[in-house]
């Protein structure tokens, strides 16, 4: 098992930056992957970005050039930056070790017009 917490999340003015963490109960090098999903009032979640073992990273189209996500011996974190009203939605923590797929609690981003 893995526990995954988030925290971070909060208001802020279109424009402006928040900085996501997540602390896993394990080493994240242990974990395969780890990645920031979204998931917006009626919408599907979404993959923002993820971060694999060998530090390779991924970001969803829509955050290319605004969000990055980077890692410590202990946490990953999304700093996101130029944020817009449309980046409004539960952010979660997600860790793949194996075949299982591990998920925070999610934390809120809201981003004001």
């Known amino acids: 098992q893995v526990q995954l917490v988030e925290s971070g999340g909060g208001l802020v003015q279109a424009g402006g930056s928040l900085r996501l963490s997540c602390v896993a109960s394990r080493s994240i090098f242990r974990l395969n992957v780890m990645g920031w999903y979204r998931q917006a009032p009626g919408k599907q979640r979404e993959l923002v970005a993820d971060i694999r073992s060998g530090g390779i990273t991924n970001y969803g189209d829509s955050v290319k050039g605004r969000f990055t996500i980077y890692r410590d011996n202990v946490k990953v974190y999304l700093q996101m930056n130029s944020l817009k009203p449309e980046d409004t939605g539960v952010y979660y923590c997600?860790?793949?070790?194996?075949?299982?797929?591990?998920w925070g609690q999610g934390t809120q981003v809201t981003v004001s017009s």
């Open positions: 997600n860790g793949q070790l194996g075949p299982n797929d591990y």
